[in-house]
């Protein structure tokens, strides 16, 4: 399996540069939909978008190079050589946050609401995106083998392509990108729930997506690791924790006060 989608002589284009392209590009569609749907001003949005995805790329390589130091302390040019894979999501998630802070604090943004138009762009981007590790043969599980694999019904293709350092390997990035998927259907029904308080699908996202990495984390063998522990899974229980006190939190008060679908300009802006 070629982890080469076009060969120009000057220039090589990754599957893995695609498929971030294609996730990035699908996230934020869905963005731009909504915030249409809810009235706001789109010169903010597509400037918040734009810079976060930026801030949010440069954030997961250097997660991802914080946590492979020794690595890169000797080959410290492969930093730059991103098409080989190596982006962390948290890392992209934390960097992008830190910007939407700042972004919606300068504009007087409402934050919480920005986040619930975010967060179901990013969960589907997130489901896209996983499958430039299929090319680059990363985010894998365990040692298994090839009628396990038939036997859950994966893809023949998939299956070839999860045979590693001789032997077949659990597709840990197709059961993340699977829940993503499946993430961003829930969250699009919550959305639609008419007594959703601002914040709450913030808090849906982090514990669906965190529970979902927490155990997926567990089956993989190319984790990020702190010390003996996976960091992925230390980020994912804080994620959980978070989510549940935002669902709570942003439940107080009355049925009618502080909802999700309230779409008016004044509401995000000014």
């Known amino acids: 399996m070629s982890r080469i ?16 392209f294609l996730g990035v590009f699908a996230g934020g569609w869905m963005v731009l939909r909504e915030c249409k749907k809810q009235n706001i001003n789109e010169d903010f949005i597509i400037n918040l978008i734009f810079y976060t995805i930026i801030f949010g790329l440069i954030g997961a390589r250097l997660y991802y190079v914080a946590f492979n130091m020794d690595y890169y302390q000797q080959y410290p040019l492969e930093v730059f050589e991103v098409w080989n894979g190596g ?16 972004y919606c604090k300068k ?16 969960i589907i981007g997130q489901a896209v995106g996983r499958w430039g590790n299929f090319f680059n043969q ?3 599980g365990a040692v298994t083998s090839l009628e396990k694999l038939q036997s859950l019904g994966i ?32 969250l699009l029904m919550i959305r639609s729930y008419k007594y959703l308080k601002t914040g709450q699908l913030t808090g849906v996202y982090l514990i669906w997506y965190s529970l979902g990495r927490l155990v997926i984390e567990g089956t993989r063998t190319d984790s990020l690791m702190l010390g003996p522990f996976r960091i992925a899974q230390i ?16 439940k107080k008060g009355s049925r009618f006060d502080n909802l999700y679908k309230e779409a008016e300009k004044e509401e995000i802006l000014f």
């Open 138 to 140: 990363e985010a894998y």
């Open 107 to 122: 504009y007087n943004a409402k934050l919480l609401k920005v986040l619930d138009i975010i967060v179901v762009g990013l």
């Open 155 to 186: 893809p023949e293709q998939v299956i070839n392509g999860m045979y590693i350092q001789g032997a077949y390997r659990h597709p840990a990035f197709l059961y993340e990108s699977i829940w993503c998927g499946a993430g961003f259907i829930a």
């Open 87 to 102: 982006l962390a999501i948290h890392g992209g998630i934390l960097a992008g946050f830190l910007f939407v802070v700042l």
């Open 235 to 250: 980020i994912s229980i804080l994620g959980i924790a978070i989510g549940i006190l935002l669902v709570l939190f942003c």
């Open 5 to 20: 989608a076009l060969d120009l002589g000057f220039i090589q284009i990754y599957w893995y540069s695609i498929f971030i």
